[in-house]
């Protein structure tokens, strides 16, 4: 299984960014997509991440700004990002758990200019 990301780059602050994250490969059964991010000298930390029935979960620092969503016939997940700040600069990771295995993709750039 392979998950590739896109959709990252520059934008001015109180900008608009849409990330998107499809698997592919032998795929059973997707239980919970989630985005991560990490800035420099900092950890890893949950964005978003939404269930199989579509149960959402945020991190206090993006609530009502960004919004995340999944389309189970594309095996993708999306973070629909507004109201970007200069703090939201990092690289953006999706993750996906097939049944009880955690998958990584490559990782995105974010970078929000003020």
């Known amino acids: 299984v392979q998950l590739q990301a896109s959709g990252g780059g520059l934008v001015q602050a109180g900008g608009s960014l849409r990330l998107s994250c499809a698997a592919s490969g032998r795929i059973f059964r997707i239980n919970v997509m989630g985005w991560y991010r990490q800035a420099p000298g900092k950890q890893r930390e949950l964005v978003a991440s939404?269930?199989?029935?579509?149960?959402?979960n945020y991190g206090d620092s993006v609530k009502g700004r960004f919004t995340i969503s999944r389309d189970n016939a594309k095996n993708t997940v999306y973070l629909q990002m507004n109201g970007l700040k200069p703090e939201d600069t990092a690289v953006y990771y999706c993750?996906?758990?097939?049944?009880?295995?955690?998958?990584w993709g490559q990782g995105t750039q974010v970078t929000v200019s003020s």
């Open positions: 939404i269930n199989s029935v579509g149960s959402t």
């Open positions: 993750k996906m758990v097939l049944t009880a295995m955690p998958y």
